[in-house]
């Protein structure tokens, strides 16, 4: 028996990804144009974010690396919030609190240790909050995130590990970063693995409510290896092309994860219609809420450095007043 889609749901997550799709063109403009320092593009992976966020419940904490774009705007951070930092404008763009989602980590797989941190808290508070931190296969050989795994499992902490497997550690393969899955190595830790095609967003949305609700239940953390690939460059200051087989990109762009979710939603002509107006204008909205972003207050730099007032900061801070008279 072939199992029903849910329209309904598989219009959100359609609705979710091409959001993010047109938020990623619209701020690789934005980069060439000088209006962005720097960006990181989400294209191609958008099925492994949002398949796996719209799995979890509001108040779930999530720790994020540098490129959940697609899984920020699904938990509502705002076009203005994601851009600020990139533009420079501030150096976190939103509230973690208000979205239970922490602001970007651009040092290579330091979330998972945050997650697990912040999963023992949990864990002490009791309750059935769980905790989700996002990264890639490039942070999976990271010293820090073997040790998030291990304390986690040592633990038995409410943590769910979502590694986007995206095929390339900047210009690294994955055939020359480990020597077994990363599903494999997870399970030796003594979580529960899971592993997905990262672009189907409806099996990655069944799978992590599956590993979800294993952590959920007191069951120990647990691992999804979404399979996936990185379309565009590690960032706008990287040249794919000078590394990767362009037949092996248009293989994988031939496994989009929006044209796959459209050919399911294919009678869906009226949604498609209305859709598309409707990311038009968020285009629109996008472009506007990055020329609308301020210059950066350095003297936040002073105010967040440390939780106290500090002798050698204050020094520094009028040091710096006075060089502005």
């Known amino acids: 028996m072939t199992e029903q889609v849910d329209v309904d749901l598989a219009r959100t ?17 934005l980069a060439r144009q000088g209006q962005l320092g720097l960006w ?59 979205y239970c989602f922490h602001f970007y980590s651009l040092v290579l797989g330091t ?29 999976a050989s990271q010293g820090d995130v073997n040790e998030a795994f291990n304390w986690a499992a040592a633990r038995s902490l409410p943590v769910l590990f979502v ?19 990363l599903h494999q190595r997870a399970a030796g830790f003594g979580l529960r693995s899971f592993v997905v095609d990262g672009n189907d967003v409806l099996a990655v949305h069944a799978v992590t409510r599956e590993a979800a609700e294993v952590v959920r239940s007191g069951q120990g953390p647990a691992f999804v290896e979404a399979v996936t690939f990185r379309m565009g ?23 989009d994860p929006l044209l796959r979710l459209r050919a399911v939603l294919h009678s869906e002509e009226a949604f498609f219609s209305d859709l ?3 990311i038009d204008a968020f285009g629109a909205e996008v472009r506007a809420a990055c020329h609308g972003l301020g210059e950066c207050d350095l003297d936040e730099v002073f105010g967040y450095t440390y939780a106290e007032p500090h002798p050698s900061l204050a020094v520094e801070r009028a040091a710096r ?5």
């Open 163 to 181: 590694c986007q497997n995206n095929q390339w550690a900047i210009s690294t393969p994955t055939e020359l970063q480990f020597g077994a899955p």
């Open 276 to 278: 598309d107006a409707e």
């Open 233 to 255: 460059g590690h960032s706008t200051a990287d040249d794919p092309a000078r590394y990767r087989d362009p037949a092996d990109v248009e293989a994988w762009a031939a496994r």
């Open 111 to 139: 979330q998972t240790l945050h997650a697990t941190g912040y999963a023992m808290g949990t864990k002490l508070d009791g309750g059935n909050q769980i905790v989700v931190t996002y990264f890639g296969d490039g942070a």
């Open 321 to 325: 007043l006075a060089s502005l008279t």
């Open 40 to 98: 990181l593009q989400s294209w191609g992976q958008e099925a492994a974010q949002v398949g796996s966020m719209r799995a979890l419940d509001a108040n779930d904490w999530v720790f994020p690396s540098y490129r959940e774009h697609a899984a920020a705007l699904t938990r509502g951070i705002t076009p203005a919030e994601l851009l600020s930092q990139w533009r420079g404008s501030t150096h976190a763009g939103w509230d973690p609190a208000t």
């Open 13 to 29: 997550l359609y609705r979710d990804m091409a959001r993010a799709r047109r938020l990623d063109q619209e701020a690789l403009a």
